[in-house]
């Protein structure tokens, strides 16, 4: 069973940066679009980005636009979000997903990593 695992979350000021990434155990990522949601306190768990299992189609929500990016590394069977101009709002559990397609269901879920945007 695969089962993604999330690294990189903390704490960081208003307009910092951090990276994130999204590795496996029992399986690979390689063959799958991966997307990462974010869970804002009190709200639901929502998309922010997805890249295609090729890298080839890569999507963000407008409220990361310009601000994070998402990239791949195949071989080593990860998968990277880079989140630059960090906002409070940005504040939240962050989840990578495996999924068959961007826009299709999710297969399984990591457990998440806690990103505080904050001064």
């Known amino acids: 069973q695969l089962q993604p695992v999330e690294s990189g979350g903390g704490l960081v000021q208003p307009g910092g940066s951090m990276r994130l990434s999204c590795a496996a155990s029992?399986?690979?990522?390689?063959?799958?679009?991966v997307g990462w949601f974010h869970q804002a306190p009190g709200k639901k768990r929502e998309m922010v980005s997805c890249i295609s299992s090729s890298g080839g189609d890569i999507s963000y929500d407008d409220s990361v636009k310009g601000r994070f990016t998402i990239s791949r590394d195949n071989a080593a069977s990860t998968v990277s979000l880079q989140m630059n101009s960090l906002k409070p709002e940005d504040t939240g559990i962050y989840y990578c997903a495996a999924l068959l397609v961007c826009l299709g269901h999710v297969q399984n879920w990591g457990q998440g990593t806690q990103v505080t945007v904050s001064s």
């Open positions: 029992g399986g690979t990522l390689a063959y799958y679009a």
